[in-house]
């Protein structure tokens, strides 16, 4: 996110997240982290969070950073999500990050607890662009 000007192209592979997220522009909000996770089975009872910062001064959010997930079977009650940062006082909202689930079974996981939005502008500026969420069950 910028406080002013156009902000930074979309980076990264959508099935293959692989980079942090980045930060706010004019001393903004911090990027997301990358998660990558592979095993037999993920029971997400819990939160994988990949946010961007928001920032609390005068500048712009941060990216959403990555999230790749690789689970034979998947499933629990909790949440992925990478989302932009919020800006602040003339600041652009933060782009929304990366996640790729891949899955062989997923019938006790709700996809609409993944999520990779973007973050809010304030005073008028931009919100930041929505990120990927890349789905895909491999039998």
């Known amino acids: 996110g910028l406080s002013e000007g156009a902000p930074n192209p979309v980076y990264g592979d959508f099935r293959d997240p692989n980079e942090p997220g980045s930060g706010g522009g004019s001393g903004g909000g911090s990027g997301g982290g990358l998660a990558r996770i592979v095993a037999q089975t993920v029971q997400l009872d819990g939160s994988i969070v990949a946010d961007g910062g928001n920032f609390t001064g005068d500048g712009a959010g941060g990216s959403g950073g990555g999230v790749r997930i690789e689970a034979g079977t998947l499933r629990g009650t909790g949440l992925v999500r990478a989302n932009g940062g919020r800006g602040q006082f003339y600041g652009g909202g933060g782009g929304g990050g990366r996640i790729a689930i891949y899955f062989q079974d997923a019938a006790g996981f709700d ?25 895909e069950q491999r039998l």
């Open 111 to 135: 996809f609409a607890r993944v999520a990779a939005s973007g973050g809010a502008g304030s005073d008028g500026r931009p919100n930041g662009q929505n990120g990927t969420v890349h789905l």
